[in-house]
């Protein structure tokens, strides 16, 4: 009898992807926590090609990848400024405890090649909030105007009636 069994190192790795929303959930909080898209992709167990059309396809999905985005930047950041403050601890050669090293050159060339996407999504959010601002400040005035807009009419009337002198 021959084997025909193909060792699992050769055979060609099958992803099966997660219901719609399941996968796009499990991707952007992925993408939230490492900022790396292959990463969020093999995390969510889809092709890192099928997550590039959802973004290119629905404008949902798109803002949410650049929300998660975002907000793997500023954790990024927050780790950065701990070790620009800590530096790391790393063992010495021939030395009995750890020397701090402060190398955060890779960490500042991310951040430098993601500040404007990050710059233009804090604009974004910063505009929404302002328009939350204003709907709010609309709202209260619209709750202001119904009590007087009552009273008019009654007022009008009270004004027309002749007066007996």
């Given at each position: 009898m021959v084997d025909t069994?193909?060792?699992?190192?050769?055979?060609?790795?099958?992803?099966?992807?997660?219901?719609?929303?399941?996968?796009?959930?499990?991707?952007l909080d992925a993408l939230a926590a490492t900022s790396n898209v292959?990463?969020?992709a093999k995390m969510a167990n889809?092709?890192?090609?099928?997550?590039?059309?959802?973004?290119?396809?629905d404008a949902a999905f798109y803002r949410a990848w650049q929300e998660a985005l975002c907000e793997g930047y500023e954790h990024l950041e927050m780790a950065?400024?701990?070790?620009?403050?800590?530096?790391?601890?790393?063992?010495?050669?021939?030395?009995k405890r750890g020397v701090r090293v402060?190398?955060?050159?890779?960490?500042?060339?991310l951040l430098i090649a993601h500040r404007d996407s990050?710059?233009?999504q804090q604009a974004i959010r910063g505009n929404e909030d302002a328009q939350a601002v204003i709907a709010e400040i609309n709202a209260r005035i619209m709750k202001l105007r119904k009590p007087?807009?009552?009273?008019?009419?009654?007022?009008?009337e009270a004004a027309a009636e002749p007066c007996d002198d």
């Open positions: 069994k193909v060792p699992s190192s050769t055979r060609p790795r099958v992803m099966r992807a997660a219901p719609k929303d399941r996968w796009r959930r499990v991707f292959t990463a969020s889809v092709p890192t090609s099928k997550a590039y059309d959802a973004r290119r396809k950065l400024l701990h070790r620009l403050r800590e530096g790391e601890v790393k063992a010495a050669p021939g030395a402060f190398d955060n050159a890779t960490a500042l060339r990050v710059s233009r007087a807009e009552l009273e008019a009419p009654a007022t009008i």
